[in-house]
């Protein structure tokens, strides 16, 4: 319930509030871990459920910038650290929001970690966790396919202004990551649990061993994978997310997610060394209320995402197209995608085409817009339509040629993102048909 201000005991009133739920609270947070081990939808709904101001079944959005104290020395505490929002007491909300923190504690869950911090996008997310964990002078491996935004980042942004390098690799090859490693400069190994748009699953499990062995921190990107898989759980130490994907799935909101210790957490949140207190890559409580109400069925969602994708790439695979899926035999990580996947929750909701040239990628995208209505050509994902793009000229533009080719990423690759609205029989006749004309 809302915490309400007793003007003739505030401080004790508000302690022992929050100490007879401590305890809850505490055990909430064991068991939503324990719980995630086993499917990602225990550990959601074993977290607390916060109630509105008057007793709403959802809780009030708390869209102050600013929060009030009864005592002076209440906010000199707040500042020292000795009281926070673990307690209740909250500052400004470019520090913490109630509402914000709400869905933190849900992304937690999701992902089984100790503590989340949700920002303004995904971005931001990343390259908050980047700065916090690397300083000048310092080295990141990362995988040569990745987002074009996150590649740019790496490859441009952070060596011209941070002094920050990185080597890319194969993350399928894992001596060229070890190779690439330099033990005392290394800070970060950084990948996608599911790499965009070519879809290689990482072995999370021996990646992470290898980069502990070293000293280094293991990043893992899993916005295309949200309950499919769960990169904590086989050793990511930090899991990030642009909650703009399919968590969301309306396209309608940008936001993103740290998920990781609490130790990370708090030092990212740090008054005087931490980048997300810093930088200030706030989300708006507003936002946070309307992601909250969504991820209750984020596994529903995920299964019939996932469920359809699946049956497309087998048809398509009949139909003589080359199709790249994680759940086809034939795929080079099926097997570990298997092994490491929550399989209740598919192999995801992507799949890609590569139809070898743009000029035929674009023809194909025509047919199956303008003439079939089978999706829409647009760049994002996790959307109840089917989302195309032709990722060369699109969310990869931003890495040189050669890049993409040893990213894997011929000209005619069609990233698409498996909606659910209609019938799945009525989308694959659009889809034939389309295919027909081609």
């Given at each position: 319930?809302?915490?309400?201000?007793?003007?003739?005991?505030?401080?004790?009133?508000?302690?022992n509030d929050r100490d007879m739920e401590d305890g809850d609270a505490m055990v909430a947070k064991k068991s939503s871990l324990m719980a995630c081990e086993a499917d990602p939808a225990v550990a959601l709904a074993s977290i607390r459920h916060e109630f509105g101001e008057h007793g709403g079944v959802n809780m009030s959005i708390e869209a102050s910038a600013t929060f009030?104290?009864?005592?002076?020395?209440?906010?000199?505490?707040?500042?020292?650290?000795?009281?926070?929002?673990?307690?209740?007491?909250?500052?400004?909300?470019?520090?913490?929001?109630?509402?914000?923190?709400?869905?933190?504690?849900?992304?937690?869950?999701?992902?089984?970690?100790?503590?989340?911090?949700?920002?303004?996008?995904?971005?931001?997310?990343?390259?908050?966790?980047?700065?916090?964990?690397?300083?000048?002078?310092?080295?990141?491996?990362?995988?040569?396919?990745?987002?074009?935004?996150?590649?740019?980042?790496?490859?441009?942004?952070?060596?011209?202004?941070?002094?920050?390098?990185?080597?890319?690799?194969?993350?399928?090859?894992?001596?060229?990551?070890?190779?690439?490693?330099?033990?005392?400069?290394?800070?970060?190994?950084?990948?996608?649990?599911?790499?965009?748009?070519?879809?290689?699953?990482?072995?999370?499990?021996?990646?992470?061993?290898?980069?502990?062995?070293?000293?280094?921190?293991?990043?893992?990107?899993?916005?295309?994978?949200?309950?499919?898989?769960?990169?904590?759980?086989?050793?990511?130490?930090?899991?990030?997310?642009?909650?703009?994907?399919?968590?969301?799935?309306?396209?309608?909101?940008?936001?993103?997610?740290?998920?990781?210790?609490?130790?990370?957490?708090?030092?990212?949140?740090?008054?005087?060394?931490?980048?997300?207190?810093?930088?200030?890559?706030?989300?708006?409580?507003?936002?946070?209320?309307?992601?909250?109400?969504?991820?209750?069925?984020?596994?529903?969602?995920?299964?019939?995402?996932?469920?359809?994708?699946?049956?497309?790439?087998?048809?398509?695979?009949?139909?003589?197209?080359?199709?790249?899926?994680?759940?086809?035999?034939?795929?080079?990580?099926?097997?570990?995608?298997?092994?490491?996947?929550?399989?209740?929750?598919?192999?995801?909701?992507?799949?890609?085409?590569?139809?070898?040239?743009?000029?035929?990628?674009?023809?194909?995208?025509?047919?199956?817009?303008?003439?079939?209505?089978?999706?829409?050509?647009?760049?994002?994902?996790?959307?109840?339509?089917?989302?195309?793009?032709?990722?060369?000229?699109?969310?990869?533009?931003?890495?040189?040629?050669?890049?993409?080719?040893?990213?894997?990423?011929?000209?005619?690759?069609?990233?698409?993102?498996?909606?659910?609205?209609?019938?799945?029989?009525?989308?694959?006749?659009?889809?034939?048909?389309?295919?027909?004309?081609?």
């Amino acid at each position: 319930m809302a915490h309400i201000l007793n003007t003739q005991n505030p401080l004790t009133k508000k302690r022992n509030d929050r100490d007879m739920e401590d305890g809850d609270a505490m055990v909430a947070k064991k068991s939503s871990l324990m719980a995630c081990e086993a499917d990602p939808a225990v550990a959601l709904a074993s977290i607390r459920h916060e109630f509105g101001e008057h007793g709403g079944v959802n809780m009030s959005i708390e869209a102050s910038a600013t929060f009030t104290v009864m005592e002076p020395d209440t906010m000199r505490r707040m500042f020292t650290g000795e009281l926070g929002p673990e307690n209740d007491f909250f500052v400004y909300s470019r520090h913490f929001n109630p509402t914000v923190l709400n869905l933190s504690r849900q992304m937690a869950a999701l992902e089984g970690t100790q503590a989340a911090y949700c920002t303004s996008s995904g971005m931001s997310a990343i390259s908050s966790v980047l700065l916090q964990l690397c300083s000048s002078g310092g080295h990141v491996v990362a995988s040569k396919t990745l987002y074009g935004g996150t590649h740019a980042l790496l490859s441009h942004f952070l060596p011209r202004t941070c002094n920050i390098t990185t080597s890319f690799v194969d993350i399928t090859d894992h001596g060229a990551v070890a190779d690439a490693i330099i033990e005392g400069r290394t800070h970060v190994l950084y990948f996608e649990s599911m790499a965009n748009p070519t879809l290689t699953v990482a072995d999370i499990p021996e990646l992470s061993r290898m980069a502990h062995e070293k000293g280094v921190t293991v990043v893992v990107d899993n916005t295309f994978t949200p309950m499919v898989l769960s990169p904590a759980k086989f050793g990511a130490d930090v899991v990030v997310h642009s909650i703009s994907k399919f968590i969301s799935g309306g396209a309608d909101i940008i936001a993103g997610a740290v998920c990781g210790s609490e130790k990370l957490v708090k030092g990212m949140m740090d008054l005087r060394g931490g980048s997300l207190m810093l930088l200030g890559p706030t989300m708006n409580a507003k936002v946070a209320f309307e992601l909250s109400e969504r991820i209750p069925h984020l596994g529903l969602r995920m299964k019939e995402h996932s469920r359809r994708a699946q049956v497309y790439a087998e048809r398509m695979r009949e139909l003589g197209m080359k199709v790249i899926y994680p759940g086809l035999k034939d795929h080079p990580q099926h097997k570990l995608a298997t092994e490491i996947v929550n399989r209740e929750y598919g192999y995801g909701g992507l799949l890609s085409i590569d139809m070898e040239t743009e000029e035929r990628a674009n023809k194909l995208m025509t047919y199956l817009q303008n003439a079939t209505q089978f999706g829409l050509m647009a760049v994002s994902l996790g959307y109840y339509e089917t989302l195309m793009s032709c990722s060369s000229s699109s969310t990869s533009s931003e890495l040189e040629p050669f890049q993409k080719a040893a990213a894997g990423i011929s000209p005619g690759l069609v990233r698409m993102s498996v909606g659910y609205a209609g019938t799945l029989e009525q989308k694959w006749t659009q889809f034939e048909k389309a295919f027909i004309r081609m």
